[in-house]
């Protein structure tokens, strides 16, 4: 619901200056979800996000300098294209004696908001300060909740002092944002400050439920301001005291920012319980129940993470980010897997915005139909494309186009496709032996030859550019794609495997190329500590140099993580395949698989404090989600559901190791503390492999072929969104033995229901007149809204 429908229960509203303790926070959070975070990490980010505004700081309370992208000035509060402050801090004075609210006892993640609980002994007081961010509001609400614990009344003087900094996004120097000196005023018609960039329609104001008693202005050297209101008041014997403050900002006017602090003051109850709501509709959605409940917990609030991460800037566009604090702009890639996770989840508007943003700016940057990597929020390109974001962006429409049917976005993006395809082998093929050229998932110096992933994600853009053009009736483009997409599979499989290493390898290149690559993995490996690596290198080297080649020849260096991408797409040969996925094992720790196999252990990671965080940010021997998260669908792909399974298992370690609700992007707990992809690591197999939903929108039919682990007997999806919501289905598996009980529904009787046994399962068994049953497919046909089947061995 918009805040500005809200207008007509202002009668309703927390008013300004009302101090109403039965409308706080605290008690509408007594039904929602939470978790509390580890002492251990109070000093280590947090964030609470809505989709024009975000505030980052650390769950102790406090906002040290955050950030490498523009060094230390990540956190804070953010309304991109600009920040609006570094952060906050609340003080106490109580008998002459100042208590800053900066090391916190407890911090306490919500869905939406979050909360720090401070604990004074001496003057027997207990602190909660809450945070929340409204849908579609430029500002955020803090509540402070004082409950004296004592006997007595207490007066207290309470000091919120902020450090604004009113500066441009990152690469803002490319459309002309130059950060000007901050000047503060203090406003009595707000009973706040108000503060402008000098150089700019940049304002940032707060302001509080509480009369202020005074007010001040500190003077500093570089181009921020430090300004604190003062309060004081008295606390009776065990009772509490309830103040919100509200802090707003916009890139464009002083008057925006003045109507979106007093909309906070007078309309957050309103936006808290509409968003509240909202988030309860996205954990129904896709709605999965496990007999392990870490990872059943782990998926609900995967699906939170995903609305944490959209960002909106009006003049731009709308779409999903990478991760926080350091990605808090757009990316190709990124998108291009997160989205399929976003797809299943029913999150679909983020899905569209995202998709018809990097089409428009990739053709006002490219127009070939090379599709961006990296966009900041100003709308500066900083990496106009890799080469494996044009084909995987036509895997991406393929897929939407799956789930939602829909005929008018296919002919929208099509062109994109077709104009991609054509630019990846004309400038990239350079010898047309249809393995482009160039940069693909791995961002190692020197390795930009014919690469893995690259080929890989190209064969599966043909083949689903080939059914796109058969969608849209060009038969003779789809028989072309479709040749393209065969010859490929053959090729990756003759070309790219290696017998000596039952690998696929890294990448095709030249001995001369392989050797300088050898020569940087050994410094790397030494660096590491990786004798075994080392080792395997020098070996390889000397077989490169005793048996040139001519031209260009696969090779297995590092052991990255991308020579898994053709069991990902499902091209590998299934004898291939195994092997691989059993080389593989060799590169994993408790927490997943490394990023680059060569930093991994000799011993595969026993310690589950493998990874030490390098001083100067880096992913090198890093472990991540979304290498994970590919193995897991490889091995449900070649029927390993129980393989598949422990490999989100190893992901799941990681959900609130650091902060609670969320799993960092490198596992365990460094890099982004939230990240887009992790969705697709988590939902494609769920989704689309345990649970067998495979849409098929453009024909009303979903096709079900479930493939559970041996650990999960009972197991149900529920609320899974296809045609944009024109049909709803719920799958609901049980075993017992060699037999499987199902049941699934569906809200639309005008869709087909395709119900396959799984592999091993030899007869299918319907439990009503409304469905058919053919067991020479082993299938089962059903337009029913409920219908319950038997699958025998």
């Not at 000007?180 to 108000?194: M, P, Q, V, Y």
């Not at 650091?658 to 690591?681: H, K």
């Not at 849409?695 to 045609?723: R, Y």
Request: hydrophobic letters at 40%; glycine letters at 6%; one cysteine or more.
């Amino acid at each position: 619901m918009k805040l500005h429908v809200l207008v007509f229960l202002s009668l309703l509203c927390f008013a300004c200056k009302k101090n109403d303790i039965s409308s706080n926070i605290a008690a509408l959070s007594t039904e929602i979800e939470h978790i509390q975070g580890k002492s251990a990490y109070l000093d280590s980010p947090f964030v609470t996000a809505g989709n024009r505004v975000y505030m980052v700081g650390h769950q102790n309370g406090s906002f040290p300098d955050l950030g490498w992208h523009i060094k230390g000035e990540m956190g804070g509060i953010w309304i991109h294209p600009i920040k609006l402050m570094d952060g906050f801090e609340l003080s106490i004075i109580l008998d002459n004696k100042e208590y800053a609210l900066t090391q916190a006892d407890i911090f306490t993640n919500y869905p939406f908001y979050n909360q720090h609980t401070y604990n004074l002994e001496e003057p027997q007081l207990q602190i909660e300060r809450w945070q929340f961010v409204p849908d579609d509001t430029e500002g955020v609400l803090v509540q402070v909740l004082i409950k004296n614990k004592s006997k007595t009344p207490t007066a207290i003087d309470l000091n919120f002092k902020t450090t604004s900094d009113l500066r441009p996004t990152w690469l803002g120097e490319r459309t002309d944002m130059i950060d000007g000196k901050d000047r503060a005023e203090f406003d009595s018609t707000i009973d706040g400050f108000l503060i402008k960039d000098e150089a700019n329609s940049w304002f940032t104001a707060f302001n509080s439920s509480e009369k202020s008693t005074g007010n001040t202005t500190e003077v500093t050297i570089d181009n921020t301001s430090l300004n604190s209101l003062q309060y004081e008041f008295t606390i009776g014997a065990q009772k509490d005291k309830l103040i919100n403050f509200a802090i707003a900002g916009s890139y464009t006017s002083k008057e925006a920012t003045l109507k979106t602090l007093k909309n906070i003051q007078q309309h957050w109850h309103q936006a808290f319980v509409a968003k509240k709501s909202r988030y309860q509709a996205l954990a129904q959605k896709t709605k999965l129940t496990i007999p392990d409940k870490d990872m059943e917990q782990a998926f609900r609030w995967l699906k939170y993470n995903c609305n944490w991460l959209i960002r909106n800037v009006p003049e731009v566009g709308s779409g999903i980010t990478a991760g926080l604090p350091d990605y808090p702009w757009w990316f190709g890639v990124d998108s291009e897997y997160a989205l399929q996770g976003y797809m299943a989840v029913g999150q679909t508007d983020a899905v569209y915005n995202t998709i018809r943003l990097l089409d428009s700016v990739s053709e006002k940057v490219n127009g070939n139909g090379k599709i961006i990597h990296e966009m900041s929020t100003n709308g500066a390109v900083f990496n106009p494309g890799n080469i494996n974001e044009t084909p995987q962006f036509a895997t991406l429409l393929w897929r939407v186009y799956q789930w939602n049917g829909d005929k008018a976005f296919l002919k929208r993006y099509f062109p994109t496709v077709k104009k991609g395809l054509a630019w990846l082998l004309a400038h990239n093929d350079l010898d047309k032996n249809g393995f482009p050229e160039g940069f693909g998932m791995m961002e190692i110096h020197g390795l930009d030859s014919e690469m893995i992933d690259v080929a890989a994600y190209t064969q599966q853009a043909f083949a689903a550019a080939a059914q796109m053009a058969m969608e849209l009736n060009q038969i003779d483009l789809a028989k072309d794609y479709h040749k393209k997409a065969t010859e490929l599979t053959t090729k990756i499989n003759q070309e790219f495997w290696s017998d000596d290493f039952n690998s696929y390898a890294d990448f095709i290149g030249t001995d001369e190329q392989a050797l300088h690559l050898i020569d940087d993995a050994i410094i790397r490996a030494d660096t590491l500590n990786k004798p075994w690596a080392i080792k395997e290198l020098k070996n390889t080297a000397d077989f490169i140099k005793k048996n040139p080649s001519d031209t260009p020849r696969p090779f297995v260096l590092h052991h990255n993580w991308v020579v898994n991408t053709p069991m990902e797409v499902g091209i590998a040969d299934t004898a291939k395949a195994l092997k691989a996925l059993q080389t593989a094992e060799q590169f994993v720790n408790p927490f997943g698989v490394f990023v680059t196999g060569i930093d991994r252990d000799a011993s595969a990671g026993a310690d589950e404090n493998t990874f030490v965080a390098p001083k100067v940010f880096s992913y090198t021997g890093a472990v991540m989600t979304l290498p994970t998260g590919v193995q897991a669908i490889a091995e449900n792909n070649y029927n390993r559901p129980d393989k598949a399974l422990e490999y989100l298992e190893r992901m799941t370690r990681s959900f609130s190791y650091a902060l609670p609700g969320s799993m960092y992007e490198v596992s365990p707990d460094y890099g982004m503390m939230t990240q887009a992809w992790n969705i697709y690591s988590y939902a494609y197999p769920m989704v689309h492999q345990f649970f067998g939903i495979q849409p098929e929108a453009q024909n009303k039919t979903v096709h079900i072929k479930p493939n559970m682990p041996s650990k999960w007997n009972k197991a149900s999806l529920e609320n899974v969104q296809v045609g944009d919501g024109e049909n709803s289905v719920s799958v609901y598996f049980e075993r017992k033995g060699d037999t499987i009980k199902l049941k699934v529904t569906q809200i639309n009787t005008d869709w087909t229901l395709l119900i396959d046994a799984p592999r091993g399962f030899k007869k299918i068994t319907a439990n009503s007149n409304e469905a058919k049953a053919n067991n020479s497919e082993k299938r089962l046909t059903s337009n029913a809204k409920e219908i319950s089947l038997t699958i025998s061995k």
